[in-house]
């Protein structure tokens, strides 16, 4: 976490511009710390007081071919004086540390947008292995943007020389010259950068003099550029000011982190301790190691063998009276399935949260996709309801992670909380809540024996069964995957008994829609010409859509879910006070098919699948075409 204590200085030098908001993107060879250089710069933003959003963007090889098309990272920041929902649509600024960056990602780049080069990567091998017949940075080919290169791998090499370090170790320094001319370029502070690297680098003091050395290089770079270049084209330098911001502490924050101290924080307000079983898997492995700090706060973190052995851990830990959290991605959710209905029929809360990636089988783990709310909702074998959570954005993690705590322990049921791979890799600025202003929900374990007797799977007036403790004096009971009788969950076949335990499933899950809130509109009115329904992820570009549309006088609304399964009360009449619901998804239609299902209500599909986020600019024309 960051934070500063700063004074807005409003005077600058009068060849800044200052641009209400800027969209950068680094991108290089999944080598050249681009994720790490991003991330530093986002610091920059968050310490400068800019509201922002990032786009982690890896590529799935672990450590692809160097050079190649498919081993380019990338690291988009969108950073501004007003709010920011998305990390961007188009980059104004490209920095293309190789001819494999350049290629994979400069289509995007605006017209009139800034291109830099790393122009001593442009040579015969690494030309071929993007697919250049010819160098670009010598032809007309870029043209239609404002192109700057010179040779920052020569330029770090000069820079720290003096510290002795081999080619390989001195190269691996030139993200940190990239990051001091971008420092320079938008007219930031160096040392919160130059802290970090002390810090990071405490026990190599040449490793951390060397990256300091050629971050100040790359800022001075920026400095003497055009003096030492007569003619060239010009680096243009930007100064975004501080957003409007309320007043307290403000850290930034991921999904991963979010869903982490969410879940610390739901298990405090529950009075439960937490038992976490996962198994590495990307992109959800994050919650893992963000939970695994959380020991003081009494959090058991554990790396099962796989994926079934994650889940089946949890469940044992809930049966023995701490909340049972488990996470994974499409492939291990599909590999928990089994263990979710045992955790259905034992009627026991546990936490599944997948973080949603691209694709079936394999697929594409490090993209961001949102196609496994059919799994989550209808997925399993049986009728075997749960209810489903989907978070906006990585700050609503938090909260969400708290609802579905609060959820699960009230009505002991296992819970799904979805959110996808953007969410959980991309940043923004949090405002840390005040944990006063939340309502505690204490559990109540049975601790005694009733009046009447003991009835394992008796029912309170939400339809819960009592939560026991193993051992409890008098309370022996056994709990397992074959149908439960009704009150006493001792076996039972009977066709009678099993249509009521499964009417009493449904029963539950169902009710717990009078125990959330109405859905309400994000922007815009109740009722109108057009509504655009989203869930997930999809919220920033709906957002930014929806009020650049009615900016320029269009009736339309945004809706946005967070309660995917059981649905708010009142979504349905909602929804049909509209002439029109169109349904943004990175899918192929899944909730925009539910919703038909279950309110008969004649919603369109706008279907996303390419593993990137929507783009704001293909919701407006969606909203357009509909509107026409």
């Known amino acids: 976490m960051a934070t500063a204590a700063r004074s807005i200085d409003t005077q600058s030098p009068a060849d800044i511009s200052h641009p209400e908001t800027v969209v950068v993107r680094f991108a290089g060879d999944s080598g050249d710390g681009m994720q790490l250089t991003g991330g530093q710069f986002t ?9 922002f959003a990032t ?19 990338a690291f988009q920041i969108n950073f501004g004086a007003s709010e920011i929902d998305t990390a961007g649509d188009a980059p104004d600024v490209l920095v293309a ?33 993007a697919q250049y017949d010819v160098n670009p940075l010598e032809d007309d080919s870029l043209g239609k943007w404002q192109l700057v290169h010179f040779n920052i791998s020569q330029l770090t090499m000069d820079a720290v020389k003096p510290f002795g370090l081999g080619n390989k170790e001195a190269l691996r320094c030139k993200n940190m010259w990239t990051l001091g001319l971008a420092l320079w370029m938008f007219d930031r502070d160096r040392e919160p950068i130059i802290q970090w690297l002390k810090d990071k680098f405490a026990k190599s003091p040449i490793l951390a003099d060397a990256n300091i050395a050629a971050l100040n290089a790359g800022h001075a770079y920026g400095e003497t550029a055009e003096i030492g270049n007569p003619g060239a084209v010009p680096i243009p ?25 969410g879940l610390v924080a739901g298990c405090q307000l529950a009075g439960v301790k937490m038992f976490f079983g996962g198994y590495p898997i ?83 783990p490090t993209k961001t996709e949102q196609s496994d709310l059919y799994q989550a909702v209808y997925g399993r074998n049986g009728d075997t309801p749960l209810p489903v959570i989907s978070a906006r954005s990585p700050s609503d993690v938090f909260d969400c992670a708290i609802e579905a705590v609060r959820i699960a322990t009230q009505f002991m049921t296992p819970v799904i909380l979805l959110t996808d791979g953007y969410i959980a890799n991309a940043a923004e600025p949090w405002k840390v809540p ?39 004096p008098g309370l ?25 335990m499964t009417d009493i499933r449904k029963g539950k899950v169902d009710g717990i829609a009078a125990h959330i809130p109405d859905q309400d509109v994000c922007l815009g009115t109740e009722g109108g010409k057009l509504a655009v329904v989203g869930w997930g992820s999809t919220f920033g570009p709906i957002h930014q859509a929806v009020r650049r549309m009615r900016a320029k006088g269009h009736d339309v609304s945004h809706i946005h879910v967070r309660h995917i399964w059981p649905m708010p009360g009142n979504l349905g009449e909602l929804l ?33 699948v390419s593993g990137q986020p929507f783009r704001i600019a293909e919701i407006e024309a969606a909203i357009e075409e509909a509107l026409a």
């Open 434 to 472: 005040d944990m006063s202003s939340y309502k505690p929900f204490p559990v109540s374990f049975l601790d005694h024996v009733p009046e009447g007797g003991f009835k394992p799977y008796g029912r309170d007036n939400k339809l819960a069964r009592p939560w026991v403790k193993p051992g409890t």
């Open 43 to 51: 610091l920059s933003s968050a310490l400068a007081g800019n509201d």
């Open 97 to 129: 540390m190789n001819p494999a960056a350049l290629k994979t990602n400069v289509k995007d780049l605006k017209p009139g947008g800034l291109i830099i080069a790393d122009e001593g990567e442009f040579n015969a091998r690494n030309l071929a292995k």
């Open 476 to 500: 022996l009971h056994r709990i397992g995957g074959i149908e439960k009788e009704v009150d006493t969950g001792h076996l039972n076949y009977s066709p009678a008994n099993h249509q009521a």
């Open 55 to 73: 786009f982690p963007d890896f590529p799935a090889e672990i450590r692809a071919p160097q050079g190649t098309l498919f081993g380019v990272s």
């Open 576 to 608: 049909k006070s509209y002439d029109k619901v169109i349904v943004p998804e990175m899918n192929t239609g899944q909730f925009k098919t539910v919703l038909r299902d279950q309110f008969l209500i004649d919603a369109k599909p706008l279907n996303k």
């Open 282 to 364: 990307t992109p959800a492995s994050s919650i893992l190691h963000a939970l695994a700090r959380f020991k003081e706060y009494g959090v058991t973190t554990f790396q099962a063998e796989d994926e079934i052995a994650a889940i089946a851990s949890a469940i044992g830990a809930s049966y023995a009276g701490q909340l049972g959290v488990t996470s994974s991605s499409g492939p291990g959710i599909a590999l928990k399935t089994e263990a979710i209905g045992l955790a259905v029929m034992t009627e026991l809360p546990l936490i599944i949260i997948n973080s949603q990636r691209g694709g079936p089988s394999t697929g594409l």
């Open 237 to 261: 330098r930007k100064h975004v000011d501080a957003a409007p911001a309320d007043p307290g502490l403000y850290r930034t924050i991921n999904g991963a982190d979010a869903a982490a101290m």
